[in-house]
């Protein structure tokens, strides 16, 4: 805490011969805009620059392999970070509130995405979760309002329910099942893919596969979505994912004619 609540420092020039930088070294300095973290620092202590809401920049050299908790938090002028490969996680707290961050490199090292890691990052858009990640915990990216795009290249990913919380987020994936993703941003993104799909646009091949493979799996299970998503609805007719023998049941159930036509024409065809 030596410089804590330091509301009129804003720059600081930090001698190689540091070697720690401690707990709530610089938490809430308002006022600081930059820093420079000197080489031979191997850990960014918990809380280090939270609260810090006028920082722009952080430079943090190779040495850093380790981060604690909350060390980004609140830093709400913060457009960006880069952390070195040998990170092992993105800790909890790591960078929630920072409405300013749009974009970040997750390191290929990098394990595990803690709770609330990312939560309230209003302005961040899209990110990579890279194929070592094997867990993204509780809100991580909760109320990321602009978030569109996540791409998961892991095969292997435990999500918890609430982690793309408040986002509208399209998930791609590459190797893990669809239905691993947590139901509300798994229906948006079968929703986004049908649309992708039918309107002839680029898909990844992993991501093609996974959702055309969910889809086939799930069929009928899929119809009161798909009754809402006539997209998804004429995906599931195109690449005869219903069975024929269903359609007279689902005519039943269905309340709109533009519904109750498309299951006839396809039985008619098929």
């Avoid at 938490?27 to 809401?53: H, N, Q, V, W, Y």
């Avoid at 023998?245 to 519904?259: D, N």
């Amino acid at each position: 805490a030596a410089f804590e609540g330091d509301k009129a420092l804003e720059e600081l020039t930090i001698p190689k011969s540091v070697k720690i930088i401690d707990f709530w070294a610089f938490k809430k300095c308002s006022s600081l805009t930059r820093m420079e973290i000197p080489e031979g620092i191997t850990e960014l202590k918990s809380d280090l620059f939270a609260g810090c809401t006028s920082l722009k920049e952080v430079v943090i050299p190779p040495s850093v392999q380790d981060t604690g908790n909350s060390v980004f938090q609140n830093c709400t002028s913060l457009p960006a970070v880069e952390l070195p490969e040998g990170i092992p996680a993105i800790q909890h707290y790591m960078f929630k509130g920072c409405t300013a961050l749009k974009g970040f490199r997750i390191p290929e090292t990098v394990t595990a995405i803690k709770n609330h890691a990312f939560k309230d990052c209003a302005s961040l858009r899209e990110i990579t979760i890279p194929a070592g990640v094997t867990v993204i915990m509780e809100e991580a990216f909760m109320n990321c309002a602009s978030l569109e795009r996540v791409v998961i290249l892991g095969k292997d990913v435990k999500i918890s329910a609430k982690a793309f919380e408040n986002t509208e987020a399209e998930i791609i994936v590459d190797r893990l099942s669809l239905g691993k993703l947590p139901k509300n941003v798994r229906l948006y993104t079968l929703f986004r893919f049908a649309q992708r799909y039918l309107w002839g646009e680029d898909i990844p091949d992993g991501h093609r596969k996974q959702c055309l493979k969910y889809m086939k799996r799930m069929g009928v299970k899929l119809f009161p979505f798909a009754c809402e998503h006539p997209v998804v609805l004429e995906v599931l007719l195109r690449e005869r994912y219903i069975p024929v023998e269903a359609v007279p049941g689902l005519i039943e159930q269905a309340e709109e004619e533009t519904v109750i036509a498309a299951l006839e024409a396809y039985q008619t065809r098929n």
